[in-house]
C-alpha cells in the first residue's frame, strides 16, 4: 500500500503555497506586475557575476571526470577547508573541514543536524514565530516539537515562556537569526541569555543540549551592522547556512552544517551526518556546486535592494499606524493585523491586489508576513495602494 | 545526546571503501597506475561534451534569478515533461510529466520511491548479488529486507526461492538490471516471469505488490543489444534512473523516479514523494543540472571502452578456468573465487597489487566483483598480473 502518512500529508495546505498560487492566476487576468505579490521568499537580486564565472571556468578548465565524481560521504574536503577558513576568518572560531558537512541548502543542515542530536521522541524546542518547513523537519526525525510562544514586543526570545518548557527535558533548541518571519536578528544579550540557561539546564539534567542554528539570512542585515554568530556563545552548537540568500541561486540546493570544535562529540558529527544521508538516499550536494561556492564564499549578490526595500515599507507602515518592529535584516517584515484575525485581514487586502501572508502557520496569530524581495519598482508601485487599502478598510485604526 | 543508532553506524566497515582506501595507500608507494584497483565503480569516462556546453550555455545565457530559482516541490515541470516524452519514444510508455519525480541520483530515487510505497514494519524483497546501500536505504524506511538467495549459474532470478518468500506479505521486490555487481541482464522471459508471479502473488494476497526497478546501467549493454525495460511487464513499477553512469557525472547527484501510468495511485505518488522530501531535508536536486540533463536525455559518455574491458577480462577469466558468468553490461564482472573464502582469496591477491573485492557483502559467498571502469590501457596491463597471480596460488585449480 501507497504510505498512509505520507498520503495523509497531500491534504494539508500550504498558506504560502495557496497565496502564491492565487497570485499567479491574478496576474494571468491583469498582469502579473499589477500584482502585488509579498508571499514568497524567493531571492529577486541575480547571483553575482562571480558565481556564474566560476561556474563556467570550472566546466571548461576542469578534468570532468574529477569535476562531477563522486565526493566522499562527509562532502568533498578542499570545500570543507575552504569554509572553515572562511569561518574562522570572520568569527573568529576554530574549525577545521572536519567540522563541516556540505549540505543540500538549509533543509539538508537542518535535516541532518537533527536527526543526528536527537532520538525519536526526544523533545526539540522552537520559538514563534518560526518557518513553517521546521514542524516536518523536527517530526521526520521522530521528534516531539516544543513551542515557545513569541516576544511579540520585539522579536527576541521569551525566556520566562522558554525556562518554563526547559523544566522539561529537551534535547535540542533550534533558532533563527535573522528571522523568517520577523526580520529581526537576535542581539548579543540575547544569545548570551539564551546561552547562560542552556548551560545551566544541562548541568542540571545533567545532559547535553544542543543549539541547531538556523541561519541562511546571516549575510543580509542592515544598517551597516552583522549579525552575531551564536557559535561564539554557546559550544554545543551546530550553525546551519545556506547560499540561497546571500548569493541567489536557492534552486541549486547548496548550504552547509558547521559543528562547533567544542561541541559534544564534535569529531563524530561529521561522520554520523554523512551516515545519515546513506539511509534517506540524499547523499552530497552536487559536486561542481560544491567546488563552485567554495570559491566565492566571501561574495554576495547586490542585497541593498532589500534594504531599500525595508525602509520603503517600514516607514509606511509605521505611518500608517501600525504596530512594527523594525527589521534589522532578511527581507521580511512582520506587521501587527489591524485587526486580531490575521487571515480576515489579509483576504481584505486580497481584493486589492495585496498578497500578505497571515502569522498564523508561523506558530503566532495576529500578524502578517510580507516578503519583500521584489524591485524596489514595484515596492514603490504597492506604496499607495496599501496606504488605500488601509485607509478605505480601517479607517477608525487609531 | 547524539544519536546512538546513527553513532553504531560508524562502526561497520565498507570493505568497498576499505580496499579503495588500501589502494590510495599502495599507490602512494608504489604509483597509483601500478596498483590495479578494480573497486570502486567510479565512472572512468568523460561526460559527453554535450553536457559540459549545455552547463556554460544554461549559465552563459539564462535569465539568473530563473536558472537558479526554487524549483516546485515536485520538481521542475518542463524537465519532467522532457524526460516522459523521451521515456515514451524510447520505450513505447505512456508517461507524462506528472509520472515524473527528479531525484539526487538513484540514491534519491530509491529512498523516496521505496518510503513512497511502503510503511515501517513492511517487506521488501532484494536478489542476492545486491548492491550493498538497498540495506540502509531499506531500513531507513523502517522496512525489513528479505532477501532471495542468488541464481548463481545464470544470476537472472532464483525463482524457487523467490516462490518461497513470497508466501509471507510483501510491500515491495526491489530489482537491479543490468547488475551490480554481477553484470548479468535480466532476459525478457525473466522479467515476464517476475511480473506474473507478482500479479499471482497480488490477487492471492489481496494487495498491491510494488517492483522498484533500480537503473542506473540501462544505458550501459553490450554486443548491441539493449536492456529489456521493467516497466513494460508490470504496471506496479517504480523505474529508479540515475545520470551518474550514463552522462558520467556520479557527483551532480541527479536522476529520476519514474511512475507507470497505470500502477496503483499513479496520480499521486510524485506529491507523496515531494511531501518525503520535506520532512528529510532533500526537496529538489540542483535546478541548472535538472535543465541540463533535459536537454542531453538521449546522449551518453562514449561507453565503448566498458564493452572493450570487458571482452578482455572475460576471456582472461575464461582462459584461467574461472566459472563466470559473461556481462550484458554494466561495468562489472563477478567470476568464482577459486576457493571458498573469496575473502581470502582477494586478500592473497593484495599481494600481486590486485584489487578485487569479496562478495560477501553484496549477499552471497565465494565470489568477487571487479568494477572495470578504467582505461583500457590499465586494464591490458592487468592481464598478465592476474594471470601471474592465479598460475601461482591456484596452480592446481582445473
Known amino acids: 500500500m501507497v504510505n498512509e502518512t505520507y498520503k495523509a500529508m497531500l491534504h494539508e495546505k500550504s498558506v504560502i503555497r495557496e497565496l502564491s498560487e492565487f497570485a499567479a492566476a491574478r496576474g494571468k487576468e491583469i498582469g502579473y506586475g499589477n500584482v502585488f505579490d509579498f508571499s514568497l521568499g524567493n531571492p529577486s537580486v541575480p547571483c553575482p557575476d562571480s558565481y556564474t564565472e566560476t561556474v563556467v571556468r570550472l566546466h571548461r578548465r576542469e578534468d570532468p571526470v574529477g569535476l562531477h565524481g563522486y565526493s566522499p560521504s562527509t562532502t568533498i574536503p578542499e570545500v570543507r577547508e575552504a569554509v572553515a577558513k572562511s569561518l574562522n576568518a570572520r568569527f573568529g572560531m576554530e574549525y577545521t573541514g572536519g567540522h563541516i558537512f556540505m549540505t543540500s541548502g538549509a533543509a539538508g543542515a537542518l535535516a541532518h543536524a537533527l536527526r543526528a542530536v536527537t532520538s525519536p521522541g526526544d523533545r526539540v524546542v522552537v520559538f514563534a514565530p518560526y518557518f513553517p518547513e521546521y514542524r516536518p523537519y523536527v517530526e521526520g526525525c521522530g521528534a516531539v516539537m516544543r513551542v515557545v510562544p513569541a516576544d511579540t514586543k520585539a522579536f527576541q526570545i521569551n525566556f520566562p515562556a522558554l525556562e518554563k518548557i526547559l523544566e522539561e527535558d529537551v534535547a535540542a533548541v533550534l533558532i533563527n537569526s535573522p528571522n523568517n518571519p520577523s526580520g529581526v536578528v537576535y542581539s548579543e544579550e540575547t544569545l ?107 561574495e554576495t549578490s547586490d542585497l541593498q535592494v532589500y534594504e531599500t526595500n525595508r525602509d520603503l515599507l517600514y516607514d509606511l507602515f509605521t505611518d500608517l499606524g501600525f504596530t512594527v518592529v523594525r527589521p534589522g535584516g532578511t527581507f521580511y517584515i512582520f506587521p501587527k493585523a489591524l485587526e486580531s484575525d490575521a487571515a480576515a485581514f489579509c483576504k481584505k487586502a486580497l481584493d486589492y491586489d495585496l498578497i500578505f501572508v497571515p502569522s498564523d502557520s508561523f506558530g503566532v496569530p495576529g500578524f502578517l508576513r510580507l516578503a519583500y524581495c521584489l524591485d524596489t519598482e514595484k515596492v514603490t508601485r504597492s506604496l499607495p495602494v496599501i496606504r488605500r487599502f488601509v485607509e478605505e478598510q480601517y479607517p477608525d485604526r487609531r
Open 192 to 298: 548570551q541569555r539564551l546561552a547562560n540557561l542552556l548551560r545551566e539546564k544541562e548541568k542540571e539534567k545533567g545532559h547535553d543540549i544542543f543549539l541547531i542554528s538556523d541561519e541562511p539570512y546571516r549575510e543580509i542585515v542592515f544598517d551597516g551592522k552583522s549579525a552575531a554568530y551564536p557559535s561564539r556563545f554557546y559550544d554545543n552548537t551546530l550553525s546551519c547556512y545556506s547560499f540561497s540568500k546571500s548569493l541567489s541561486i536557492p534552486g541549486e540546493r547548496i548550504g552547509y552544517v558547521a559543528v562547533h570544535p567544542q561541541c559534544k562529540d564534535a569529531d563524530l558529527l561529521v561522520a554520523i551526518m554523512a551516515q545519515i544521508s546513506r539511509g534517506i538516499g540524499h547523499n552530497c550536494p552536487s559536486s561542481s556546486i560544491q567546488l563552485a561556492v567554495a570559491q566565492v564564499l566571501e
